[in-house]
């Protein structure tokens, strides 16, 4: 993985907070280059919450979507088990969502996928030495992909890598 991306996102669960953001724009632009984004997220877990340290979009996003998105996402109690992000925190496990799946597990994370016109998402807790879950990375596509596919493998090394540093 790009040195770049690895010690920029490490600063940023580092001295990100419910109270403290962190925006590079360049750390935003890698992040989506790497992973194939159509969107993509960061949130640190505080206590029985999720707190959004990043938030990006490619170029071309609808932005009232990512508006509201960014918006409603600050904080996300761990109780929204239908979201990915939480899902993934709460089971210590990927979570991926499918567009196509509005009635599913991931219902809520369906929703949204289909209001950024996305296909799927894939959601990886980002653990820390112990295997506890420290933060969530998750990342929307346009193309429809599987979880064992190439470009979603990427997104779990890349969480593996950050949990490691």
Known sequence: MNKQLLSGLSE???HSNSENRIH???LNQLLIQ???AWAVGIWNIE???LWQ???AF??????TVAQEFQQQTVQVSLAHTQLGIVNAVVNSRPALALAAEPQGELAKSAGWLN???ASCSLSCPIEDASGNPQAVIAVSWKELYKENDAVPQ???SIAKQVGES
């Open 12 to 14: 940023v669960l580092d």
């Open 24 to 26: 590079d724009e360049q």
């Open 34 to 36: 790497q992973t194939g």
């Open 47 to 49: 206590g029985d919450f």
């Open 53 to 55: 340290v990043l938030c």
């Open 58 to 63: 490619e170029e071309g996003f609808p932005e």
């Open 115 to 117: 209001r950024f016109g």
């Open 154 to 156: 990427k997104l779990l």
